[in-house]
DNA sequence: GAACAGGTGAAGT
DNA sequence: ACTTCACCTGTT
C-alpha cells in the first residue's frame, strides 16, 4: 500500500510500485497529458487541469486531497496491485520482457465519453496528429480552464458536439472521421447510448451496442471498452498487436491472459511500438 | 508526386 | 467468411 500526504499545493504519494509517469501517459491510452519543460506531465481529465510528475520515489499530483480522492486515485488506477498482473502475465520470454519493458503502466480509468470520441478520431493517424485534432476539439468547444497561468480545455460533452453542424467540425481537420464523431455525440446525447447502461453489461453486449454506431468497428469499440469503461478482457488488435502477433512464437491468444488480458494488451502494444522490434 | 498511417464500411469474390 | 478499395489529411 501507500501512503498520502498534503504537501504545499500538491498531494504527496510515498510508497507506490509500479508508477512510470512516462509509460502511462506515453503508452497510447490516452491523448491529453504533455510534459512540460521540467520534465512534468500536464493535463486535463474530468474538467480538472493537473500537473503529475514523480521525484525520490514519490508521485506528486497538484491539487487538494479532496481532488485526489475524488478524481486522481480512481482516474490513475492506484488501488490496483500490478505485481501481481505482472506476475499472471509474464509466461515466456516474450510476455516477460513486455511487461518488464512496460513497468510501471497505470490503466487510466478515462471518461467514457472522452474516450469513444478520442479513439473514433484515432482511425488511421498516428499519435501527434491525433493529439493535434483532440486538442481542436477542446480549444473550440470546450471550457476554458486557467492552470498556472496556462489556459487549458475540458474536453467538450457529447451533448455540446452533438448540437454542432458537420462544417463546425471543420477545424479538427479530421476528414472522414468527423461525421462518426458527430453521429456519436447525437447517440449519445439523444440517450441511444447510455454509458451507465454499457457498464453493467457484460462485455460482448456493450461491444455489440457500440458496434452499431456508423464508424466505430472492433478496434475502435474494444479501446472505448478498454480504456472508457473499464472492461479489462476487452483486447483491441491494431496494428501492433499485429506486430506482437507474428513476433511471438506460438499464438498470442488473449483468453490465456484472463480476465485481464486488455491490460497484458497494453504491455504487448507498448513494447512492440517502443521497444524497436522489427518484424 | 506517391505511399503510407494505431480503421471502417461497402462491394466484390 | 475473406479480400479489396475509397475515404480526409498530414507526414515522409
Given at each position: 500500500m501507500f501512503s498520502v500526504y498534503e504537501v504545499g499545493d500538491f498531494v504527496e504519494v510515498s510508497g507506490l510500485s509500479n508508477f512510470?509517469?512516462?509509460?502511462?501517459?506515453?503508452?497510447?491510452?490516452?491523448?491529453?497529458?504533455?510534459?512540460?519543460?521540467?520534465?512534468?506531465?500536464?493535463?486535463?481529465a474530468f474538467g480538472h487541469a493537473a500537473k503529475i510528475f514523480k521525484r525520490r520515489a514519490c508521485l506528486y499530483i497538484s491539487g487538494t486531497m479532496d481532488e485526489f480522492e475524488k478524481i486522481w486515485r480512481p482516474y490513475l488506477d492506484l488501488d490496483r496491485d500490478y505485481d501481481a498482473l505482472r506476475h499472471r502475465f509474464a509466461v515466456d520470454d516474450f510476455t516477460r520482457a513486455a511487461t518488464a519493458f512496460g513497468s510501471g503502466i497505470?490503466?487510466?480509468?478515462?471518461?467514457?465519453?472522452?474516450?469513444?470520441?478520442?479513439?473514433?478520431l484515432s482511425q488511421c493517424c498516428n499519435i501527434p496528429r491525433i493529439k493535434k485534432m483532440v486538442e481542436a476539439l477542446c480549444e473550440n468547444f470546450g471550457d476554458p480552464l486557467d492552470f498556472e497561468g496556462k489556459k487549458l480545455f475540458t474536453f467538450p460533452s457529447a451533448e455540446k458536439?452533438?448540437?454542432?453542424?458537420?462544417?463546425?467540425?471543420?477545424?479538427?481537420?479530421?476528414g472522414y472521421r468527423a461525421p462518426y464523431v458527430l453521429s456519436a455525440a447525437r447517440a449519445v446525447a439523444?440517450?441511444?447510448?447510455?454509458?451507465?447502461?454499457?457498464?453493467?453489461?457484460?462485455?460482448?453486449?456493450?461491444?455489440?451496442?457500440?458496434?452499431?454506431?456508423?464508424?466505430?468497428?472492433?478496434?475502435?469499440?474494444?479501446?472505448?471498452?478498454?480504456?472508457?469503461?473499464?472492461?479489462?478482457?476487452?483486447?483491441p488488435v491494431d496494428t501492433w498487436i499485429k506486430k506482437a502477433q507474428i513476433l511471438y512464437p506460438g499464438k498470442l491468444d488473449p483468453s490465456r491472459f484472463g480476465p485481464y488480458?486488455?491490460?497484458?494488451?497494453?504491455?504487448?502494444?507498448f513494447y512492440a511500438r517502443e521497444s524497436g522490434l522489427k518484424v
Open positions: 512510470s509517469t512516462s509509460h502511462t501517459f506515453e503508452c497510447g491510452q490516452c491523448f491529453r497529458w504533455n510534459k512540460d519543460e521540467d520534465g512534468a506531465y500536464v493535463g486535463v497505470r490503466m487510466l480509468k478515462q471518461d467514457p465519453w472522452e474516450t469513444l470520441c478520442s479513439f473514433i458536439i452533438a448540437e454542432l453542424s458537420l462544417s463546425n467540425l471543420d477545424v479538427l481537420r479530421s439523444d440517450g441511444e447510448i447510455v454509458f451507465e447502461e454499457l457498464y453493467s453489461m457484460p462485455t460482448c453486449d456493450a461491444r455489440k451496442k457500440v458496434l452499431s454506431l456508423n464508424g466505430i468497428g472492433p478496434k475502435v469499440a474494444d479501446c472505448f471498452l478498454l480504456f472508457g469503461l473499464q472492461k479489462f478482457d476487452a483486447f488480458a486488455g491490460i497484458a494488451q497494453q504491455y504487448l502494444f
